[in-house]
């Protein structure tokens, strides 16, 4: 009389063959708005890649992977005379290719629907973005950033896989791939900022790709704005405004990660993380101000989307803090949590205040004692930012924004103080 909890009144070959179908039916939409008329009109539309789905998922039913491929083959030679015999003037492709494709996609909706589907919508919607696609690529899109593409392509796809994922070098301090994997950030940083200035302008674009950015890395968004200042000097307040508001990201960040660790903790860090966050609005704030208030024509963008050079010295910047921090743990020993903190916060300030708030959620801490660790690795996180933007930048980048760092964990400090003389 019912169905038993967890199965469904429809065969799972039915709902299967319902996605082949609309995969072919979505595909051939958007193909058959494509047709032309006349004698040059194009030899599929709607009901061909319809039933060029179906095929695939039927030839999969009947015989398995080997008929599937003998009908994808068919439907090949079928398509290359069709092609042949019709587009003497149209030497385009996509139709044929794209032919085929809905074939195999019929086939694989047989054993992974949702993977079958979801090509399905992206091969549409690449399909039906043709005119915006045609029109940045050849328009927009410059010859310097699709070398940056094929650059950040490279270093993400290509060498990114082969970079050993082990600890090497001095006191086994230096994990190649994580340093890799920071060259890549601070390149996709730099190229989110010159997206940004393409988008909205400096003005706007860099403080607001400054405080999404750090929510990734603080640190490489500061290295990246003051890689963004060296080629173009006229967004200078807008690139302090990115930096110092990154900040910002990293004391929310910390606030979330102590919330999932040890919300005694928190508790107990609310009123120095809050006037931290303070701080860094507000000098953030000051600089964004300044960066609105500058002329349309500074907003010119000149350079490159990221400088690879740049993103190595970076690299190679925070190996040599590594190699310290180790040989001071080696020195000095681990005993010590405030020195363990202080210099895990070189790296990471979110890592040091996670493995507190992790002795302070399994007993093995106070909650008062996490505070002054917690805001070490705070502090020496800074020291780091600060090596970044004065190696960055230049000299009036830096001016503008290590004083910013400063603040920031003066006033987390004098937050502590704060509970330290009411208590």
Known sequence: MFEEPGRTAIDPLVLNLAVAFGIGLLVGVERERRKR?????????????????????????????????????????LTTAAYWLGHEDDPGLTTE??????????????RHPALAGGLAVTVAILLAGRSPLHHFVRSVLTDNELKDALIFAGATLVVLPLVPDRPIGPYRALNPQSIWI???????????????????????????AGLASGFISSTATIGAMGARVVKAKAILAAAVAGAVLSTV???IQLVL???ATSLTTLQNLSIPLICAGVAAVA???????????????????????F?????????????????????????????GVILATGLAGFV?????????????????????????????GLSTNAISKTVFAATSGGRSFALRVIPGLIIVVLAAWAGALYIIVLG
């Open 257 to 259: 990660v102590l919330a």
């Open 249 to 251: 990201a990293t004391i």
């Open 307 to 335: 400088s690879l050079t740049t993103a190595l010295a970076f690299a190679l910047t925070l190996a040599g803090i590594l190699i310290a921090s180790a040989a001071l743990r080696e020195w000095f020993g681990e005993s």
């Open 182 to 208: 920071l060259v890549i950030l601070i390149m996709a940083i730099s190229a989110a900022g010159y997206i940004a200035i393409r988008t909205v302008g400096a003005r706007f674009g860099l403080p607001i």
């Open 97 to 110: 290719v794209v032919l085929i494709l809905t074939v195999i996609l019929g086939g694989l909706s047989m």
């Open 37 to 77: 008329e006349g004698p040059s009109r194009s030899f599929a539309g709607i009901r061909t890649f319809t039933v060029a789905s179906l095929t695939g998922a039927t030839s999969f039913i009947v015989g398995g992977a080997a008929l599937l491929a003998t009908a994808t083959g068919s439907v090949a030679i």
């Open 283 to 305: 000098y953030g704030t000051i600089f964004t101000v300044w960066a609105l208030q500058q002329k349309a024509e500074d907003e010119q963008l000149a350079g490159r989307a």
């Open 348 to 376: 990471d300030t979110h890592a040091a205040a996670i493995s507190v708030a992790s002795l302070v959620a399994t007993g093995k801490l106070r909650a008062a004692d996490a505070s002054v660790p917690i805001l070490t």
